[in-house]
């Protein structure tokens, strides 16, 4: 059985949750879906405990406080998260008229479809070491839940980018020794970040340390992950081999557009063209905000999706409603919209459920 919905958004990382909330003030409701288990996108899955300071007057939160909120947020709307699943089939029937398939079985009809996937369906880009994938999970991983879970161990890092060097730095003071593992000498991050690590390097070299290599081989004891060999690169490309209790990876993400690649959209490279005005794409009715977008001077930044989402819910509502004009009205002083809200008028007090 099909689930009837006014709109299907593909994508409940902040941005696709925004949207809930301006299609919401519309009038207008949503179905998300996503292919990780739990919302937020890059947010909770790749920065769940770090500071995000550049959303308008929230001066600092992590990224999973700021999924919690636009929780909070769009909780009035009551727009159901269908998760770990990923959209297949994009299929669109006429005229405001569209028919989606999951790969966990769910089929979905709808008058519009937001698409706020990001990079894809993302997944991060593996360590080649034939063997490793088995501590995956456990020894290895590609994110860090909790930077605790790591005091007092042996902590590799591979990659040489921002993220690899953040969490060098914050697991630096738990970790019994910290060792940064990058190919070459540069370092693709912020250069307070560079200075602040290799300062850190400078204090304690017995414990906190950078080398030039690459993984290439491994240990186990009684079934653990215990040793990892690096291959350095020096003349003799000489090879090292390094206590580990856990192995973090930051290679950075592999965009995988998957299946939106095959829904007939105008892409360039490997994102979605859109309209300016209304943020729809080439196809009608199938609009593209976040990161999943380009347009020109573009910013991947969370700011930016969140306008798009509100440009994203006038163009809508105006495409279902095209003989009558959709005002802009304000959500301090606006009836409708503390009614849509489920606020009180007079003190902006929320109802009782
Ligand atoms: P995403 O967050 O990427 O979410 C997209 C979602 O779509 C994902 O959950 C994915 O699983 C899902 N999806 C994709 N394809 C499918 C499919 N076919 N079916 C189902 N689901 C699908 N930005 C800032 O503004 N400020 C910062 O300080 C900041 N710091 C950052 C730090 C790091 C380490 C990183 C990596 C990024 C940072 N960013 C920051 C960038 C910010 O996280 C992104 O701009 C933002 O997450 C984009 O939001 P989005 O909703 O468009 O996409």
Request: net charge negative.
């Amino acid at each position: 059985m099909s689930i009837k919905t006014d709109v299907v958004i593909i994508g409940a990382g902040p941005v696709g949750l925004f949207q809930v909330f301006e299609l919401g003030l519309q009038g207008l409701k949503a179905h998300l879906i996503d292919a990780l288990p739990q919302p937020g996108g890059q947010c909770s899955e790749l920065y769940p405990d770090k500071p995000i300071f550049d959303i308008p007057a929230v001066p600092e939160c992590t990224g999973q406080e700021l999924v919690d909120k636009l929780m909070q947020q769009i909780s009035p709307f009551g727009a159901e998260l269908h998760l770990e699943q990923t959209v297949d089939t994009l299929e669109k029937r006429g005229d405001d008229d569209f028919r989606l398939t999951t790969s966990a079985g769910l089929e979905f009809e709808c008058r519009a479809v937001i698409i706020a996937a990001g990079a894809g369906s993302f997944t991060p880009v593996r360590v080649r070491v034939g063997g490793i994938d088995r501590f995956e999970g456990d020894q290895l991983k590609y994110r860090v839940r909790n930077p605790d879970q790591h005091a007092g161990r042996d902590v590799i890092i591979l990659g040489g980018g921002d993220s690899a060097l953040d969490w060098a730095i914050q697991l630096a003071s738990r970790a019994r020794t910290l060792t940064l593992i990058n190919r070459t000498e540069r370092l693709r991050a912020a250069e307070a970040t560079v200075n602040l690590f290799q300062s850190l390097c400078d204090e304690e070299p017995e414990r906190v340390r950078m080398l030039l290599g690459q993984a290439t081989g491994f240990g186990e004891r009684d079934g653990r992950l215990s040793e990892l060999q690096i291959t350095l690169r020096d003349e003799q490309k000489s090879v090292q081999t390094l206590p580990v209790d856990d192995l973090l990876v930051f290679f950075g993400l592999s965009p995988k557009l998957g299946p939106i690649e095959d829904w007939g959209l105008a892409l360039e490279r490997k994102l979605v063209t859109i309209d300016l005005a209304t943020f729809e794409s080439s196809v009608p009715g199938i609009y593209a905000i976040g990161d999943i977008n380009t347009y020109a001077g573009k910013k991947k930044l969370i700011l930016s999706g969140f306008h798009e989402a509100a440009m994203a819910a006038f163009a809508i509502k105006q495409r279902f409603e095209p003989d009558k004009k959709v005002h802009l009205q304000y959500t301090t002083t606006s009836p409708l919209m503390h009614e849509r809200l489920g606020v009180d008028a007079a003190g902006g007090e929320r109802a009782p459920a």
